[in-house]
């Protein structure tokens, strides 16, 4: 599985930004699509996650501003990303789980929250 993402850049505390990412490969193996985010000095956390039958996880800082979305048919997932704050500076990956148990990985994209 091979992942593209795109979005993210620098934004003002309160604004949004929406993060797409495009999958391609052995997509029949695909199970959950997801984001995830790493700050400096800190270790990858969980943004929010989307099953193939649509079923969301979020983490608790994503509750209520950010939303994880999925077009099947362009085998794509998206996160918008309302409300932002400074703590939401970040490198944001794309993320795939398959049936074989292995995570695939984006190339990660910057999200800086700044006035």
């Known amino acids: 599985v091979q992942l593209q993402a795109s979005g993210g850049g620098l934004e003002q505390p309160g604004g949004s930004l929406r993060l797409s990412c495009a999958a391609s490969?052995?997509?029949?193996?695909?199970?959950?699509m997801g984001w995830y985010r790493q700050a400096p000095g800190k270790q990858r956390e969980l943004v929010a996650r989307?099953?193939?039958?649509?079923?969301?996880n979020y983490a608790d800082f994503a509750k209520g501003r950010f939303t994880i979305s999925r077009d099947n048919a362009k085998n794509t997932v998206y996160l918008q990303m309302n409300s932002l704050k400074p703590e939401d500076t970040a490198v944001y990956y794309c993320n795939v789980y398959t049936w074989t148990a292995t995570n695939y990985w984006g190339q990660g994209t910057q999200v800086t929250v700044s006035s």
């Open positions: 989307i099953t193939n039958g649509g079923v969301t």
């Open positions: 490969g052995s997509l029949y193996a695909i199970m959950t």
